[in-house]
């Protein structure tokens, strides 16, 4: 949240089924937190105004779209100089594969997600994009057996 906001219970429950379906309409939402249609419009604009509610897309499945193998990859770089650490980031943000990277504090330093259509197309990614990076001191790739929940 860029900006405190004070959540009651109400407010809660308007994330909660906009979490589970984003396109609800303003009046089934409402109906499902027990409001009439313009408090909970007003409540949502407040939200989304505030920065607690930041943007709404499409869940899309990775194997429909060609790229049914996901990977987790743990990765330590050498630099700790702003320049090396900015450029690794940019790089590394930049790859249509990584579907989600975050820095990490300890070890590894970053934790990155990606996905591509096989084992050959992450042998290709691996090698021929991110182990070539200037920064990159180790990776360790783990391929999840299942996934459970995602966010």
């Known amino acids: 949240m860029s900006n405190e906001v004070a959540l ?5 429950e308007i994330i909660f089924h906009l979490r589970q379906d984003g396109r609800l309409t303003n009046v ?9 249609p313009p408090p909970c419009l007003r409540r949502v604009k407040r939200l ?8 709404y897309r499409a869940v899309i499945d990775p194997a429909a779209m060609g790229r049914g193998l996901e990977v987790l990859i743990d990765v330590e770089i050498y630099a700790n100089d702003r320049k090396t650490v900015e450029e690794f980031e ?6 249509e ?3 989600e990277f975050r820095r990490m504090y300890g ?5 990155i997600r990606v996905t591509v259509a096989d084992h050959a197309a992450y042998e290709t ?3 021929g994009r991110l182990s070539g990076l200037p920064a990159v001191l180790r990776l360790e790739s ?3 057996m299942k996934t459970i929940k995602t966010y």
């Not at 009651?8 to 809660?12: I, L």
């Not at 940019?90 to 790859?95: F, G, I, N």
């Open 142 to 144: 783990h391929l999840p």
């Open 8 to 12: 009651d219970a109400v407010d809660r």
């Open 97 to 99: 594969e990584v579907i």
């Open 125 to 127: 990614f691996l090698t």
């Open 28 to 36: 089934e939402l409402a109906k499902r937190v027990g409001l009439t």
């Open 107 to 111: 070890r590894p330093d970053y934790f």
């Open 48 to 55: 989304e105004e505030s920065g607690v509610i930041t943007g």
């Open 90 to 95: 940019d790089t590394v943000a930049a790859y």
